[in-house]
């Protein structure tokens, strides 16, 4: 019955340990670099370590005579809008499973990262 009471307890204590570690991790995935690519490396989008889009390249034999550095913000802007828009949806939804309460982990949960 309170099996899992020593283990809380300890939780509670190292907390300050905890959230150290937490701010690290958090620190190395912002800093962290993945690059994906498309049609042989002509098209190359790069986030970070936490999925956030960082930035698009475009080789620019692929539209000659186009602004390549505009296409590639406005690439990267309407990206960003829309997985803004829907992490907002997966809040909702979050909120309206759980009546509004904040359940850690309920994001994840949702959005297929947790098993």
Do not use: Y
């Amino acid at each position: 019955m309170f099996g899992n009471l020593g283990q809380i307890l300890n939780l509670m204590k190292n907390r300050g340990q905890i959230w150290q570690a937490m701010q690290d991790v958090n620190q190395r995935l912002q800093a962290a670099r993945h690059v994906g690519q498309a049609g042989g490396g002509q098209v190359q989008a790069t986030v970070d370590g936490r999925g956030e889009l960082v930035g698009i390249r475009i080789d620019p034999s692929l539209a000659p005579g186009a602004d390549v550095e505009l296409l590639e913000e406005l690439i990267c802007a309407a990206l960003r809008d829309a997985i803004s828009r829907s992490r907002q949806q997966m809040q909702q939804a979050m909120q309206e499973l759980t009546g509004g309460l904040n359940l850690p982990g309920m994001t994840d949960l949702l959005s297929g990262s947790v098993p």
